[in-house]
């Protein structure tokens, strides 16, 4: 049976379905440096290489959802850093939209939570610079967790839509997302950061309350004040005063 004929695709996009590939964005990042264009879409049952932030290993099992999506922005490095926030706000709508049982909250930067844990975890991917250094092509991965959640050793406790109790397909999700991620690129072009921005903040994990974040040679504890204008995690009640975050792990409580 073909399951990419389950799923629908906006209008102009492209779906690849491999039963297994080391990484659906080292897969899709080729194929972009080859010319692809925008709304191609890798979807992959299995990942013998898959990556997270930091080079971290991400593991996959069971019948979960893995694919990667290109968008050519043709903007800046911290505009298309905004993808991030896309992707979860569009995967949050998608699991709302099939599985309205389950509600999804975005996690700085970059990954979805659920009632009992990480459920999707997001990496970006740059492809070309063009000329004024503007990106030519973002890869956006995204590893959901279906029915399979690893165990042990992880930085945060792990869950999976059948753990949170929803009763769907990939095919269902893949579909949703797909059509919430193309309308909210068209969205993000005409309207800039700030409708996406809002749309992130409503479903924001730990917003106004105490967070510990991890750095490179440094722990900083605060609260969690708010985004700034390009996504950075803005943390109060510092001695010095606010703090713009880029990158870090975040710990809540």
């Excluded at 996009?13 to 297994?20: E, V």
């Excluded at 903007?75 to 706000?89: D, R």
């Excluded at 999804?104 to 659920?114: E, H, M, T, V, Y």
């Excluded at 930085?155 to 769907?168: I, K, M, N, Q, V």
Aim: charged content about 20%; hydrophobic content about 45%; some cysteine.
């Amino acid at each position: 049976m073909n399951e990419t004929a389950f799923v629908v695709l906006p209008q102009g996009w492209t779906l690849t379905h491999l039963p297994s590939t080391g990484s659906t964005n080292a897969e899709l990042r080729a194929r972009a440096l080859s010319g692809a264009p925008e709304g191609t879409v890798i979807w992959a049952d299995e990942q013998t290489a898959g990556r997270g932030r930091q080079e971290r290993e991400w593991k996959s099992g069971g019948v979960n959802l893995l694919f990667s999506v290109l968008v050519r922005p043709d903007c800046g490095l911290a505009e298309a850093g905004q993808l991030s926030f896309m992707s979860a706000v569009a995967m949050a709508e998608a699991v709302e939209r099939v599985a309205p049982e389950v509600q999804l909250q975005c996690k700085w930067p970059n990954d979805l939570l659920g009632q009992y844990g990480k459920l999707c975890g997001i990496l970006l991917e740059g492809c070309g610079v063009r000329s004024g250094g503007l990106i030519d092509g973002v890869v956006c991965g995204l590893g959901l967790n279906m029915d399979w959640k690893p165990e042990g050793e992880v930085l945060y406790p792990a869950s999976s839509l059948a753990r949170e109790g929803a009763d769907t397909t990939r095919e269902a999700v893949l579909s949703a997302f797909l059509d919430c991620f193309a309308a909210w690129v068209a969205r993000w072009r005409a309207e800039g950061f700030a409708p996406l921005r809002a749309a992130w903040l409503t479903r924001a994990r730990g917003l106004g309350g105490p967070v510990t974040v991890r750095l490179p040679g440094e722990t900083v504890q605060g609260t969690f004040e708010t985004l700034d204008a390009d996504g950075a995690l803005v943390l109060s009640g510092l001695p010095e005063g606010n703090r713009l975050i880029h990158a870090g792990d975040v710990f809540f409580g």
